[in-house]
């Protein structure tokens, strides 16, 4: 039987199909054909820009965001497709937080939907900390269709890990 890292949790009738589908080949033309494009964002500055159009977008109220880029030291295989990190410094009599987000830098190749759900997901953190049940609603608000993609976000990364 085939380890499904990606797949951990699901049940045993959707792991079977995706073995079918692995094993027959048609996993890569399945994503394809429902992912063809791909997307531009191809520098940090690009980005930033697309992950603060998302934030003004829906996510008004929420802290700035100081720094998003890409960053290829991050461990897929370690289930972190981004972080989000808030940064607090005492300045003077002040604390101030700097809000970072980074991206894995397997997303500059990976189709827009997916980069799209990785920001998505970034940004709730902004408001809530925890993978709870607020924070899917917020993810869901985002992106209408978040739960389907990050579904076929482990699809295209456990595709990755049998080429």
Do not use: W
Not at 44 to 62: G, M, T
Not at 79 to 94: D, E, F, H, M, P
């Amino acid at each position: 039987m085939q380890e499904l890292a990606y797949l951990r949790g699901y049940p045993e009738p959707v792991l079977q199909q995706v073995r079918q589908l692995l094993a027959s080949g048609e996993l890569a033309g399945h994503l394809a054909k429902k992912y063809p494009q791909s997307h531009t964002v191809q520098s940090d500055r690009a980005l930033y820009d697309y992950a603060q159009e998302l934030k003004n977008r829906f996510l008004r109220n929420a802290p700035p965001l100081n720094k998003v880029c890409y960053d290829s030291r991050i461990n897929v295989v370690r289930n972190a497709l981004g972080l989000n990190t808030a940064i607090s410094r005492v300045q003077g009599n002040k604390l101030t937080a700097k809000n970072e987000i980074r991206v894995a830098a397997l997303f500059k190749s990976a189709p827009e939907a997916f980069l799209r759900m990785i920001v998505a997901h970034e940004l709730a953190h902004l408001k809530e900390k925890n993978h709870d049940k607020a924070f899917y609603q917020l993810c869901c608000h985002m992106v209408p269709d978040y739960m389907q993609l990050e579904f076929d976000l482990r699809l295209y990364l456990t595709l990755g890990a049998f080429e």
